[in-house]
């Protein structure tokens, strides 16, 4: 099992030292944004956990919101160093005055981790079906589909709450009546830092490209987000146990 685990981080390096090392391509515009957001984490078993997500994205035109967010997330674990996921995802994107886009999002993926001494892997691959209703300009459905694919690299600090961590995404684009290619690349550098047990802060700076596209976009954000994992139901006999114990006959 070891052996076929290293194997597996060693395509993931290999995959993420070809994304950092891609050229950054040439931009003719730049935005620069923040976005913040929750998690809330409840798992439900040992295989399966619950998670919702809501996200607010500003950006730096007019100080203005330009998304709202939020995603239901369920993920099952079905080996030691797999999860499968299941999400739907709502936004509404903002425009102009008086525009807005309203988007839904429906996904599936597959989720692995894998610690080495003090360094964590982190990997998601995830197909991405997107119904985008535009009601700026009277009323049309946009269909798009993409596959994400995301490697992130943590480290915990010797006696220290801080984890640093290097993240690198790519989106293939797989819409209809468009050219299938790669769409868009992340960078993304920051850390976690555990408040308690169930909850934490993390804090990143990330680079964003649009690739393959006639108006390059280059985005610069930063992300403040919190998450808090709620405790883990008891098992049902160890509750009816306890329950037969303080009612003896």
């Known amino acids: 099992m070891s052996g076929f685990q290293n194997k597996t981080i060693s395509i993931r ?3 993420i030292t070809a994304i950092l090392c891609k050229t950054f391509v040439s931009v003719s515009q730049e935005h620069r944004m923040l976005w913040t957001g929750a998690e809330f984490d409840a798992p439900l ?7 919702l997500s809501p996200e607010v994205r500003f950006t730096d035109q007019s100080q203005k919101i330009d998304d709202i967010l939020f995603e239901a997330n369920a993920r099952i674990r079905w080996l030691k160093l797999f999860q499968t996921e299941f999400s739907y995802r709502f936004s509404r994107s903002y425009d102009d005055p008086g525009q807005y886009f309203n988007g839904n999002r429906l996904s599936a993926g597959l989720r692995s981790a894998l610690d080495i001494g003090r360094f964590r892997f ?3 691959l995830q197909y991405m079906h997107s119904l985008t209703n535009k009601h700026s300009f009277g009323y049309s459905i946009e269909t798009r589909r993409h596959i994400r694919e995301g490697l992130k690299i943590s480290y915990n600090i010797r006696k220290s709450k801080l984890e640093p961590f290097v993240q690198a995404e790519i989106y293939y ?13 992340r960078y993304r550098a920051g850390l976690e830092l555990p408040v308690s047990k169930r909850s ?5 700076f990330q680079l964003q490209d649009k690739l393959n596209t006639k108006n390059p976009l280059r985005t610069y954000a930063l992300g403040m987000y919190y998450s ?3 405790p883990r139901p008891k098992p049902r ?3 009816q146990s306890f329950l037969n114990d303080s009612n003896p006959e």
């Open 13 to 15: 390096v290999i995959i």
């Open 173 to 185: 684009d797989l819409s209809p009546d468009r050219n299938h290619e790669f769409s868009r690349i």
């Open 228 to 230: 808090f994992t709620l």
């Open 237 to 239: 006999i160890q509750e």
């Open 200 to 204: 934490a802060f993390e804090i990143f």
């Open 45 to 51: 078993s040992k295989k399966l956990q619950v998670t």
């Open 122 to 124: 982190r990997n998601r």
